[in-house]
């Protein structure tokens, strides 16, 4: 059995060392441990490790095989995401011991803190003492011993799962339910507990979700779909969609759900022109080759940076949302572009990563589809806060899109209707935040970028918060920003434009001296003529979601969360699905981003720049009063005309220009 | 968006509370790199006050002791002592008069940080070490004490935007804070109307004026936190310090850490552990979690 000394090297060192020890297959005693953190994080080897003292936060988290004990306590977060193997604490776990386990045994001898496996989605979390505040909370599935009482609202918002109590309940929480135990269950957990040798006397009770809140308890009517364009009519009062509105909600009493984002005339990109005369500009079909587009995100702490062959990324949008085949497309026609695809929530699926050439993993707070080894699959890592469309709430995927391989995926009971948290489990304040950033930087070995995903809100303080908690970059998504599904009010009303979002992102980050951490701006971007734009206005680049999506055949009837999407793309019905056709949308997909391309090498050119970065806010004016007032560029309306003679000259011409066509083979 | 740490020696008047205090704030410092503030607290000397200030630097630093320094005069607050170090200026003065009365006008006058029998804050932007470097806290002797580091969202890095906060107008009452209070400026208002004053907008000086409002009113401390978990809103974690006691409370919804460990000598008491151990490297401890909705206090045994 080989040793670490905490005394003697640092957590970062250790980790590495025990990573090493595990390739080898020896088994490893921590001494002088002293409660740091991040203990035995990212082990993937199915090698013992003792801890001869406490640990911190996260100690054995984001695992998969070891078998870890720990002599003293540990703090919050014990566990987190293990996949399999097993964990002893021989003393008291802090706060959400347990969170999001997927298969393996976890036993604290002491007593659990709060919220102990929180969004836990399998394998078993057991006490030996009591647990506080909230056990179970947001359960999916796995099981909860508690040899002692259970604190207030255990079960709270359990969706699946099992939860044993052998002492008092105190309290149930929200839709959790006393039920009888089967034959031979109560044997079950008695040879656990035998096994891991944690002695209980007594009667167990059991509790399980009481399946009253897993569906929307009234569906949404069937209604002629109403598309994009006739949903943003120039009166935002008794216009179809606010009629249609009505109609629904006077059926179901709740608010609705639909897909897209604000369909309300905003401040946007369109209100800013290059105050060159673009119009005038010739069109050079080999203007990509004379220009600088290529950059890299991600190597602010020595990560090893992602590439792109010009500023422009794949927003995250989920397996799930999506269907597959789109997903797939989205992959391949990032490859063929030469950029970055995104997981979103739920998971990296094995198709995509073959698919794209790089490609994101994004962790939401229900750590849906997530887990170390998705991490280490993916060329980035990637925290999501919020997003534009709904910023503070999370994502919706209603029962029809939750199929078996879905729901397997994601480690939650298919057919639900699926309404992911808001928050994460571990992040309740920029200071555990930190913490957490850490933690995936261990689980990695400090070799892939950690990047943060805002939506709109609060910028000024996010922003900075995101400075300091050391993210590589951060992707700032606006009000115009598109999602599966939401709530019709959040989207059209909750959240600030992009325009400001990025204006307040910067100004919150010169406020503080910060440079260094790049910004990718996204909702709303349509076009090489907007990249241009928002990185003249300081950000390093932009993502498009919506925009490619429809360059794939998407039809913004607004329609996503109902799972019929009658081109195959916000749907898992294989009769839909089946009408995409995954390689020519992945060609058109691409088109649109080589059209993109040109139009931002143009401009680029046009300016007389070598580089993109030459761009800047110097070059920019602003259309409209409101434009001004949010980007303090000087108002100069008489711009509007030959912006629009510009903006035509550079869609004429480059779209499609020489682009190869032939197999995708990823 | 922070760290906290409190530490309280049962019996020994000497103890190394500085050197404690900067070893536990150091252990969580990834919590909040932006400040650091001690809260010291030693044996009572007669109506000796212990008052310190932020001045600056330079010409305006020397104007501003000049307006102090007369305004002491006004009230007939004799110096015992004074010190300048850092950006700060420390007096000890014989004072027996309306403290509120006092503590309010020497606000008017300069920045004022603590005021206390046997209080002393020191808080400056940067690491438990740098401000250590700066202030010689490791050297401080005392009794018990609570100390905080920043992360700085809401507001701006300044040292008077530091943790502690005095409860501004009454002295030897200290606080530090993780969270945030979600009805403070309701709060607030209540307050003002009774005649308080505030200084910053950080939530974290109300919680300690709001208890000290109810310790003059003869509130016993235990009573008050108790009072305090009802009457604010938000998510909280908080240590206070008297000159006889040290507390704490913790919101209902457990959102912030913390953690005790407690022996016949001394309780301690951090946000998380890794700041307890380093009073006892290489030791295993035996620690507590406190639950949600709950609040202690303990007592030197003198």
Request: contains cysteine; glycine residues 12%; hydrophobic residues 40%.
């Amino acid at each position: 059995m080989a040793t670490v000394d905490l005394a003697t090297i640092g957590v970062t060192e250790a980790n590495e060392l025990l990573r090493r020890y595990g390739v080898e297959g020896e088994d490893v005693e921590v001494v002088n441990p002293d409660a740091r953190h991040h203990i035995g994080v990212g082990l993937t080897a199915p090698i013992a490790l003792r801890v001869r003292g406490s640990a911190g936060y996260f100690c054995a988290g984001l695992t998969d095989g070891p078998r870890v004990e720990v002599d003293g306590n540990v703090g919050w977060g014990l566990a987190d995401n293990m996949l399999n193997g097993s964990v002893v604490v021989r003393g008291n776990a802090g706060a959400i011991a347990g969170v999001a386990i997927r298969g393996a045994d976890v036993v604290v001898h002491g007593n659990l803190g709060s919220r102990a496996g929180q969004v836990m989605k399998a394998g078993t979390l057991c006490c030996g003492g009591s647990a506080s505040f909230m056990a179970g909370y947001m359960m999916y599935g796995g099981r909860l011993v508690i040899c002692g009482d259970s604190g207030e609202q255990v079960g709270q918002d359990m969706t699946g799962g099992t939860i044993y109590v052998g002492g008092k309940v105190v309290s149930l929480g929200t839709d959790a339910a006393l039920a009888e135990l089967e034959p031979g269950e109560e044997d079950d957990v008695l040879a656990f507990l035998g096994r891991y040798g944690v002695p209980f006397r007594g009667q167990l009770k059991k509790i399980t979700n009481a399946g009253r809140n897993l569906r929307y308890s009234r569906t949404e009517p069937r209604v002629r779909a109403i598309p994009f364009h006739a949903a943003a009519d120039r009166t935002d009062y008794w216009n179809a969609k606010v009629q249609e509105d009505i109609h629904v909600k006077a059926q179901i009493g709740r608010y609705r759900i639909r897909g897209y984002g604000a369909t309300r005339p905003l401040p946007h990109l369109n209100d800013l022109a290059f105050r060159r005369d673009l119009g005038s500009v010739e069109p050079d079909p080999d203007v990509v080759s004379k220009v600088e587009l290529a950059t890299s995100l991600g190597g602010r702490f020595g990560a090893t940076p992602i590439e792109l062959s010009m500023p422009v990324m794949i927003a995250p949008m989920s397996y799930g949302a999506l269907s597959k085949s789109t997903k797939i497309a989205l992959a391949k026609a990032s490859t063929l572009s030469d950029i970055c695809d995104n997981s979103g929530e739920g998971g990296l699926i094995p198709e995509v990563r073959e698919a794209a050439r790089r490609v994101v993993v994004q962790c939401l707070g229900g750590r849906l589809g997530w887990s170390v080894n998705a991490m280490r699959q993916a060329d980035g890592v990637e925290i999501y806060i919020s997003q534009g469309a709904k910023p503070g709430l999370g994502g919706q995927l209603m029962a029809a899109k939750v199929t078996e391989e879905i729901a397997r995926l994601r480690g939650i009971p298919a057919g639900i209707d699926l309404r992911s948290p808001s928050r994460h489990p571990d992040v309740l304040g920029a200071d555990d935040l930190v913490i957490k950033v850490e933690e995936f930087r261990e689980a990695t070995g400090w070799q892939k970028p950690v990047s943060v995903k805002l939506g709109a809100g609060r910028v000024r303080d996010d922003i900075k918060i995101a400075y300091k908690d050391g993210f590589d970059y951060v992707c700032l998504d606006g009000l115009q920003g598109s999602t599966g599904a939401a709530g019709n009010e959040v989207l059209e009303y909750v959240g600030i434009p992009t325009l400001a979002g990025i204006m307040e992102g910067l100004d919150a980050l010169e406020e503080i001296g910060a440079t260094g951490m790049p910004v990718v701006l996204m909702g709303g971007i349509k076009d090489g003529i907007d990249t241009a734009k928002a990185i003249a206005l300081g950000a390093h680049g932009v993502a498009v979601g919506t925009s490619a999506i429809i360059a794939g055949g998407c039809i913004a009837c607004l329609q996503c969360a109902v799972g019929q999407c009658v081109v195959g793309i916000a749907t898992q019905d294989p009769r839909f699905e089946g009408r995409y056709d995954v390689d020519a949308e992945a060609w058109h997909i691409h088109h649109y981003l080589e059209a993109l391309r040109w139009q931002l090498a143009s401009v680029v050119h046009a300016h007389g720049y070598r580089s993109v970065y030459e761009l800047s806010r110097g070059d920019l004016v602003a259309l409209t009063p409101e434009a001004a007032e949010i980007t303090r560029l000087p108002y100069e309306p008489d711009h509007a005309e030959r912006a629009l003679a510009g903006a035509a000259g550079l869609a004429g011409v480059g779209a499609g220009h020489g682009l190869p066509r032939g197999e995708v083979t990823g | 968006m922070c760290g906290i740490a409190g530490i309280l020696y049962k019996q020994d008047e000497d103890a190394p509370l500085g050197d404690a205090l900067v070893a536990m704030l150091d252990g969580c410092q990834h919590r909040g790199p932006d400040s650091t503030g001690f809260a010291l607290y030693h044996e009572r000397n007669g109506d000796e006050l212990r008052l310190r200030f932020f001045v600056g630097e330079g010409e305006e630093a020397g104007e501003t002791v000049a307006r102090i320094e007369r305004k002491l005069a006004d009230f007939e607050a004799g110096i015992v002592e004074r010190e300048r170090i850092g950006t700060t200026q420390r007096f000890t003065v014989r004072y027996t008069g309306d403290l509120q009365e006092l503590s309010y006008a020497l606000e008017h006058a300069a920045k004022l940080i603590s005021i206390g029998h046997s209080l002393d804050i020191v808080k400056d932007v940067g690491g438990a070490h740098d401000v250590d470097r700066a202030y010689h806290v490791g050297a401080f002797h005392g009794t018990h004490g609570i100390g905080h580091v920043r992360l700085a969202t809401e507001s701006d890095v300044t040292p008077d935007r530091s943790h502690p906060f005095w409860a501004t107008g009454f002295a030897d009452v200290a606080i530090v804070h993780n969270g945030q209070i979600t009805n403070y400026w309701k709060m607030r208002r209540r307050l003002e109307k009774r005649g308080f004053e505030f200084h910053t907008d950080n939530d974290s000086e109300l919680i300690a004026v709001y208890l000290a409002d109810k310790l003059a009113q003869g509130v016993p401390l235990a009573d008050a936190l108790r009072d305090s978990i009802d009457d604010l809103d938000g998510t909280f974690s908080f240590l206070v310090s008297t000159q006889e006691e040290i507390g704490y409370a913790k919101d209902r919804l457990a959102a912030k850490p913390m953690v005790m460990y407690e022996d016949d000598d001394l309780v301690a008491i951090a946000s998380e552990e890794v700041s307890l151990n380093r009073l006892f490297p290489g030791r295993s401890l035996t620690t507590v979690e406190p639950p949600p909705g709950t609040y202690r206090t303990w007592r030197r045994s003198t």
